[in-house]
T-cell receptor, first 114, second 114 residues
Framework: DVKVTQSSRYLVKRTGEKVFLECVQDMDHENMFWYRQDPGLGLRLIYFSYDVKMKEKGDIPEGYSVSREKKERFSLILESASTNQTSMYLC?????????????FGSGTQLSVL | GNSVTQMEGPVTLSEEAFLTINCTYTATGYPSLFWYVQYPGEGLQLLLKATKADDKGSNKGFEATYRKETTSFHLEKGSVQVSDSAVYFCALSVSSGSARQLTFGSGTQLTVLP
């Protein structure tokens, strides 16, 4: 089974702190994604990566950056956390089969910024 | 732009009741349509999908039919179980099932009571 592991289930940080959210996948997938999930808004794509050291902005990249130094690891960075970044963060990796891309999600990190 | 509209939750049903969760979409071109499910404490997982008009996706007793004329992809199950309690997300992709192009609805919380 594909496993996408997010390092923390719950995280509490203070405004202005630098925050790292870590995600590791064990299936050698090329593609990895970071989403945030908010009530009434569904999932919104923050950043994604199709290869090591490669990153592309998603729909809501402001206030975030990412790092992909190794294929299996994709980190989301909040340079200076703000209260409006309190959210559930979901990491995913994907597998392309016959031109269809299937997503595999981690169980999420609930971040609270005080 | 592309968008997905789901019925507001939460939805509470008794075991063995009939379930419908409405989903309508707006998209350019001919999207692929998906239902994802998120069980408590877990990440999202693909429940079913349909890639062209009149296709029916089905899995675990759930069904949804791609209706181009009404731009809808309603999720149905004839007899729900307590274990179906979860959040359900409708989604579309306008690029051959590419994850980068996924647009999610806001999610519908389903609670099934014994």
């Amino acid at each position: 089974d594909v496993k996408v592991t997010q390092s923390s289930r719950y995280l509490v940080k203070r405004t202005g702190e630098k925050v790292f959210l870590e995600c590791v996948q064990d299936m050698d997938h090329e593609n990895m994604f970071w989403y945030r999930q908010d009530p009434g808004l569904g999932l919104r794509l923050i950043y994604f990566s199709y290869d090591v050291k490669m990153k592309e902005k998603g729909d809501i990249p402001e206030g975030y950056s990412v790092s992909r130094e190794k294929k299996e690891r994709f980190s989301l960075i909040l340079e200076s956390a703000s209260t409006n970044q309190t959210s559930m963060y979901l990491c995913a990796s994907s597998l392309v089969v016959q031109r269809n891309e299937k997503l595999f999600f981690g169980s999420g990190t609930q971040l609270s910024v005080l | 732009g592309n968008s997905v509209t789901q019925m507001e939750g939460p939805v509470t049903l008794s075991e063995e009741a009939f379930l419908t969760i409405n989903c309508t979409y707006t998209a350019t071109g001919y999207p692929s349509l998906f239902w994802y499910v998120q069980y408590p404490g877990e990440g999202l997982q693909l429940l079913l999908k349909a890639t062209k008009a009149d296709d029916k996706g089905s899995n675990k007793g759930f069904e949804a039919t791609y209706r181009k004329e009404t731009t809808s992809f309603h999720l149905e199950k004839g007899s729900v179980q307590v274990s179906d309690s979860a959040v359900y997300f409708c989604a579309l992709s306008v690029s051959s099932g590419s994850a980068r192009q996924l647009t999610f609805g806001s999610g519908t919380q389903l609670t099934v009571l014994p």
